[in-house]
Structures are given as structure tokens and as C-alpha cells.
């Protein structure tokens, strides 16, 4: 099997910091640029799993630069280039600290939430008698807030507002975008025979323009059902197909897993590792209309940080 990138130790010139996220890892050049890198980590219930996914950062990285490009006429974003199939390089913002997500359907966390009694998600009413995967009536925003380290926390409207949190000038300016870029999601998703469930996105600052940052509308952040099957499902109270890292979570549920204290992750056998590989590339293909093409596997970090060092020789800024 391929090997999977799960670590990367850079120095570039000009390096000021980097972050390790669950994913990604990011550099910091000189408070000027960020360099993204999309490794195969994986995660799920805010925890990194012990095994890479071969392909999942190329997969993750070159779907959020086509969802970029197709929503730039929206909102700027971050993103300057992509000179590495598992690399997005772009401009250094000072991010928000509340992740905003969007749902279009009753489903994962918010049925589980919902099924225990809860009829209002994030501050924002739910109406009663839904059943799973239903669609709601318009879709919701339910914003968390972004923990540096452990679980995103659910947070309200009123609480972001009230808090400081972000100003309610800025917070507007987020709801519009997720609302606009989450309806061109969806109308992209359905010319591939797909239904854009529910996202998240992250937006940032620099100076006094919003951008969005980080990933868009990939698996890892995203949620999709297969479309020509969801009436017939859900008529019939069975599962949707998901496309998304839902199957992830519901494999380590059945195996008594939900990141809680104490709990063992379960033995991720190759045969696994393998079938989440094959999931993802298949995301890719369902969403972009395109065939996957992987990236040369041989000497991988090599390959990245010589495309990166490239681009930074020769970017003017």
C-alpha cells in the first residue's frame, strides 16, 4: 500500500511559525504568507486516528481549489496557489474564532443532538417531528466555536454578538457569505447528481477585507447524499449514502468509539485504510465531474517542499 504522509518538518526561508492542525499543517512565512499542507491524517470525534488515508490530502487539497475558484466571485479568499497536489499556498489572515456551519438537513450531530429532545440547535428553533436526513424547511446556521486543542463547542448567535466575540458588522458579513457560498455549493453538487447536506467554512482578516480560509465543501468539512436515491430512502426510513467522512464516524461508533475518556480507538486494518482511501477518491470524482489522477507517491516530501520552495523564490507579492 502507498505510504500515507502523516508528518511533515519543514524550514523554509522566512518561516515565523507552524501549526499542526488535525489535517493540516500550516507555515507561517513572515506573517505574509501561509503555507498549507494537506496531509493524510485523519480524524474524527476531534481525534487524530493512528493511521494515514493514502491519497486523502491530494483529494482534500485540490477539491477546496476548485471550490475556491468557483466562489471567488462571492467572497475573496485566501488562496494564491497550488504548486503541489497536496499544498495550497495563500495570504496570511487573522482567522475568526468561530467555525460557521451550515446545514441543509437534519442529520449526524444534529440528529443525534435532536433525538435526545433538543429542539433548537445552536440557538436557532428546530421544528418538531422531523425524522433523520430530513431536509430542513431553510437551511441553518449553528456556528461552533474553534478549539485550539479537544472539542468545538456548539455556541449561539446571541452568544458570539454578546461575548465580543466578533463584531456584529463582521458576523453579518459571515452569515451572507455562508449563506451564498453554501447555495452555490449546492447548485454545483447538484449538476453532479449529489445534495451538499451540510459544511462548515472559516473566514479570516486581513486588514479590513474578510476572506474565506482554509478548506471548502471537501469531505473532511462537507456532507453529501446521493440524490437520484434520497426520496426513495428516506420514504422508506433506510440510510443515505453519504459521501463524507460520516462512514468514518459510524465505523468507530460500532466499534465503541465516540473520542470519549477511555475509550479505544479500534484496530484500523489495511483493508480499511484502504476502503476509506477508495471512499474519498470516489468524493472526488462525484463532486468535480473529473478522474482522479495520483500524484507521483515516490519521495513525496521531497516533492513537496521543492514545489514550495519554488514558488516562494519566485513569488513577488
Same mark, same amino acid.
Given at each position: 500500500?502507498?505510504?500515507?504522509?502523516?508528518?511533515?518538518?519543514?524550514?523554509?526561508?522566512?518561516?515565523?511559525?507552524?501549526?499542526?492542525?488535525?489535517?493540516?499543517?500550516?507555515?507561517?512565512?513572515?506573517?505574509?504568507?501561509?503555507?498549507?499542507?494537506?496531509?493524510?491524517?485523519?480524524?474524527?470525534?476531534?481525534?487524530? /486516528?493512528? *493511521?494515514?488515508?493514502?491519497?486523502?490530502?491530494?483529494?482534500?487539497? @485540490? #477539491? &477546496? !481549489?476548485?471550490?475556491?475558484?468557483?466562489?471567488?466571485?462571492?467572497?475573496?479568499?485566501?488562496?494564491?496557489?497550488?504548486?503541489?497536489?497536496?499544498?495550497?499556498?495563500?495570504?496570511?489572515?487573522?482567522?475568526?474564532?468561530?467555525?460557521?456551519?451550515?446545514?441543509?438537513?437534519?442529520?449526524?450531530?444534529?440528529?443525534?443532538?435532536?433525538?435526545?429532545?433538543?429542539?433548537?440547535?445552536?440557538?436557532?428553533?428546530?421544528?418538531?417531528?422531523?425524522?433523520?436526513?430530513?431536509?430542513?424547511?431553510?437551511?441553518?446556521?449553528?456556528?461552533?466555536?474553534?478549539?485550539?486543542?479537544?472539542?468545538?463547542?456548539?455556541?449561539?448567535?446571541?452568544?458570539?454578538?454578546?461575548?465580543?466575540?466578533?463584531?456584529?458588522?463582521?458576523?453579518?458579513? /459571515?452569515? *451572507?457569505?455562508?449563506?451564498?457560498?453554501?447555495?452555490?455549493?449546492? @447548485? #454545483? &453538487? !447538484?449538476?453532479?447528481?449529489?445534495?451538499?447536506?451540510?459544511?462548515?467554512?472559516?473566514?479570516?482578516?486581513?486588514?479590513?477585507?474578510?476572506?474565506?480560509?482554509?478548506?471548502?465543501?471537501?469531505?473532511?468539512?462537507?456532507?453529501?447524499?446521493?440524490?437520484?436515491?434520497?426520496?426513495?430512502?428516506?420514504?422508506?426510513?433506510?440510510?443515505?449514502?453519504?459521501?463524507?467522512?460520516?462512514?468514518?464516524?459510524?465505523?468507530?461508533?460500532?466499534?465503541?468509539?465516540?473520542?470519549?475518556?477511555?475509550?479505544?480507538?479500534?484496530?484500523?486494518?489495511?483493508?480499511?485504510?484502504?476502503?476509506?482511501?477508495?471512499?474519498?477518491?470516489?468524493?472526488?470524482?462525484?463532486?468535480?465531474?473529473?478522474?482522479?489522477?495520483?500524484?507521483?507517491?515516490?519521495?513525496?516530501?521531497?516533492?513537496?517542499?521543492?514545489?514550495?520552495?519554488?514558488?516562494?523564490?519566485?513569488?513577488?507579492?
Amino acid at each position: 500500500m502507498t505510504d500515507a504522509i502523516v508528518k511533515t518538518d519543514f524550514n523554509f526561508a522566512g518561516l515565523k511559525s507552524v501549526y499542526k492542525g488535525k489535517v493540516r499543517d500550516v507555515y507561517n512565512i513572515a506573517d505574509k504568507l501561509l503555507v498549507m499542507v494537506a496531509s493524510d491524517r485523519i480524524s474524527a470525534f476531534d481525534v487524530v /486516528l493512528p *493511521k494515514g488515508i493514502p491519497y486523502k490530502g491530494q483529494v482534500l487539497n @485540490q #477539491i &477546496a !481549489a476548485k471550490f475556491l475558484d468557483a466562489t471567488s466571485d462571492i467572497v475573496p479568499n485566501w488562496m494564491i496557489a497550488s504548486p503541489d497536489p497536496m499544498v495550497t499556498i495563500g495570504h496570511y489572515c487573522k482567522p475568526f474564532p468561530v467555525e460557521m456551519i451550515i446545514r441543509g438537513y437534519l442529520t449526524g450531530s444534529s440528529w443525534r443532538t435532536y433525538k435526545k429532545g433538543a429542539r433548537a440547535i445552536c440557538g436557532v428553533p428546530v421544528p418538531d417531528g422531523m425524522k433523520e436526513h430530513q431536509r430542513f424547511p431553510h437551511p441553518i446556521i449553528t456556528p461552533t466555536t474553534k478549539a485550539t486543542e479537544g472539542h468545538d463547542e456548539d455556541i449561539t448567535r446571541e452568544e458570539i454578538l454578546n461575548s465580543g466575540l466578533i463584531s456584529a458588522e463582521d458576523y453579518q458579513l /459571515l452569515e *451572507k457569505y455562508t449563506m451564498q457560498i453554501f447555495e452555490r455549493g449546492t @447548485q #454545483i &453538487a !447538484a449538476e453532479h447528481g449529489l445534495i451538499l447536506v451540510d459544511t462548515k467554512y472559516e473566514f479570516g482578516k486581513s486588514g479590513d477585507t474578510i476572506y474565506l480560509i482554509d478548506e471548502i465543501h471537501t469531505p473532511d468539512s462537507s456532507r453529501y447524499f446521493i440524490a437520484d436515491e434520497y426520496e426513495e430512502r428516506f420514504s422508506k426510513g433506510e440510510q443515505q449514502k453519504q459521501l463524507s467522512k460520516e462512514f468514518v464516524r459510524e465505523w468507530l461508533m460500532e466499534n465503541g468509539f465516540q473520542g470519549q475518556h477511555g475509550q479505544q480507538v479500534p484496530t484500523m486494518t489495511d483493508a480499511f485504510v484502504h476502503s476509506v482511501s477508495e471512499r474519498y477518491i470516489e468524493l472526488f470524482e462525484k463532486v468535480t465531474g473529473e478522474t482522479f489522477v495520483k500524484a507521483d507517491s515516490a519521495n513525496v516530501l521531497s516533492r513537496i517542499e521543492k514545489n514550495i520552495n519554488d514558488f516562494l523564490s519566485t513569488y513577488k507579492g
